[in-house]
């Protein structure tokens, strides 16, 4: 089954109007407050000597704009161009400077070691190749750079959670046809072996997981798919936090070798 990537170009426009459908509005809400928190909880811990910052597949900017307000230089590429559009509006319109770019994980337009930090969240399991991936951010690190990352667990909890409620059940989908596939996502001593070839030490896994139990979450859905329950309500069922439990998503760190 081919992964459709054609979403964020397709709905590129909708990354901060608060109509947003719930897959966006669970992104900006849901996810990027808690990967966020670690990432700077880890790099203010880390005290790098420098602050530039590559954000791979950064869509419409989330996560570029919290790097971006706590004082880092921050690049953003990814392919789909009205992503980047929406992201460079929102930029001017909070007054945050980010270079956005139009570019593939795969080929990066940057020179050897050009960054401190590169960050790659919701995007590995969308590549066409995580090793070039990889080796392409391991590229463009600076010797004792690090790696942020979060992706999807290859799991029967993911698959129930990510690919069955959230796509193909009619009473609870909220996310479009193929924006996931199961196969594509990576378990993590996966993606851990491909960061050791390419000179990245792994150095923790976190997990990200509701607070509620998966009951509460698939009645919630229903409610939102019927109209019962707003996006915001839908978050606030959601309560995502960091955790130990990596059966879904998971995210961590890693540096590489000097």
């Known amino acids: 089954?081919?992964?459709?990537?054609?979403?964020?170009?397709?709905?590129?426009?909708e990354w901060w109007s608060?109509?947003?459908?719930?897959?966006?509005?669970?992104?900006?809400?849901?996810?990027?407050?808690?990967?966020y928190g670690y990432f700077k909880r880890k790099l203010r811990e880390l005290r790098l000597p420098g602050g530039t910052i590559l954000d791979v597949g950064c869509g419409g900017g989330?996560?570029?704009?919290e790097f971006a307000r706590d004082g880092f230089a921050v690049t953003g590429i990814d392919p789909a161009t009205r992503s980047l559009e929406a992201a460079r509006k929102h930029a001017a319109d909070t007054?945050?400077?980010?270079?956005?770019?139009?570019?593939?994980?795969?080929a990066l337009p940057f020179p050897d070691g050009s960054f401190d930090i590169v960050a790659c969240c919701d995007v590995l399991e969308h590549v066409d190749d995580l090793g070039l991936v990889i080796g392409e951010v391991a590229r463009t690190l600076r010797a004792g750079g690090v790696f942020c990352y979060d992706t999807v667990n290859r799991?029967?909890?993911s698959k129930l959670a990510l690919i069955k409620i959230s796509q193909d059940w009619g009473f609870t989908s909220w996310s479009k046809p193929n924006v996931?596939?199961?196969?594509?996502?990576?378990?993590?001593?996966?993606?851990?072996?491909?960061m050791n070839r390419c000179g990245l030490a792994?150095?923790?896994?976190?997990?990200?997981?509701?607070?509620?139990?998966?009951?509460a979450l698939i009645a919630g859905l229903h409610a939102l798919k019927k109209g019962r329950l707003s996006n915001r309500e839908m978050?606030?069922?959601?309560?995502?936090?960091e955790s130990e439990d990596l059966r879904a998503s998971y995210m961590g760190y890693a540096v590489k070798s000097r």
């Open 1 to 13: 089954m081919r992964i459709d990537n054609e979403v964020y170009q397709t709905y590129g426009h």
């Open 180 to 194: 996931h596939v199961w196969e594509k996502f990576i378990k993590p001593a996966e993606l851990i072996a491909v």
């Open 235 to 241: 978050a606030a069922v959601f309560a995502l936090r």
């Open 95 to 106: 007054n945050l400077e980010i270079d956005y770019r139009e570019g593939k994980g795969e």
């Open 62 to 65: 989330l996560l570029a704009e």
């Open 18 to 35: 608060e109509n947003a459908g719930f897959n966006v509005f669970s992104l900006r809400y849901c996810m990027n407050p808690v990967r």
């Open 202 to 215: 792994n150095q923790e896994l976190r997990g990200i997981s509701a607070r509620r139990n998966p009951l």
């Open 155 to 157: 799991t029967w909890f």
